[in-house]
Structures are given as C-alpha cells and as structure tokens.
C-alpha cells in the first residue's frame, strides 16, 4: 500500500516562503500523479497543484506565478514551495499520491498559518 507523508509547515509572516515536501513510500516517478490540496477552516478542500507521470504540472489561478510544484525521484519527495503567502494561504495542506485510476493515497496534512 502507497503511503505519502507531508512535512514542512509551520508559522510564517506574510510576504515569506515554505516549501513543504510529500515523502512516498513507493517510486514518485511512477505515480500517474502528485497533488497538493488545502483546508482552510470553514471552506472545502482546494486544489493548488499536480504533477504528473510525464514531468507536467498545472496550478490553479491562485497559485500560478507564487506556488511551484516539483519532484525529486531520487528521495521520492514531492515538494511545493509557496512564495508571497499571504493570510489567506492559511490552511491545512495535503498531498495525494495517485498510483493509478482510482488508486490514491492521502496523507495526514500539515499546517500552514500565515500570520503576522
């Protein structure tokens, strides 16, 4: 079974930087895909950004230009650095392991505040 696990959140002004990282259990590059996804209290879940089997990587409006998505296949780490946070990027932030269609693994989310 596929598990991810994701690190790297914490407390930071507005205007800072993170880079959270999704560590998998199995082959990163084999995934068909890598997402990250947040929750801010109150709201749905949201997507922020995808990378896939191929290298591609797509972001929603919110994120493109702030949040980049990348990979290491030698660590099996997904990261996403998150640039220009502001209050609103406050949220808890999970990553989503997909091994095939309908095959997925969640991890257990790790904290982002924005705050000053």
């Known amino acids: 079974q596929v598990q991810v696990v994701e690190s790297g959140g914490g407390l930071v002004q507005p205007g800072g930087s993170l880079r959270l990282s999704c560590a998998a259990s199995?082959?990163?590059?084999?995934?068909?895909?890598v997402a990250w996804y947040r929750q801010a209290p109150g709201k749905e879940r949201e997507w922020v950004a995808g990378?896939?089997?191929?290298?591609?990587?797509k972001y929603p409006d919110f994120a493109k230009g702030r949040f980049t998505i990348s990979r290491d296949n030698t660590k099996n780490i997904v990261y996403l650095q998150m640039n220009s946070l502001q209050p609103e990027d406050t949220a808890v932030y999970y990553c989503?392991?997909?091994?095939?269609?309908?095959?997925?693994?969640w991890g257990q989310g790790t904290q982002v505040t924005v705050s000053s």
């Open positions: 990378i896939y089997s191929n290298g591609n990587t």
């Open positions: 199995g082959r990163i590059f084999s995934f068909v895909a």
């Open positions: 989503k392991g997909v091994v095939a269609q309908g095959v997925e693994s």
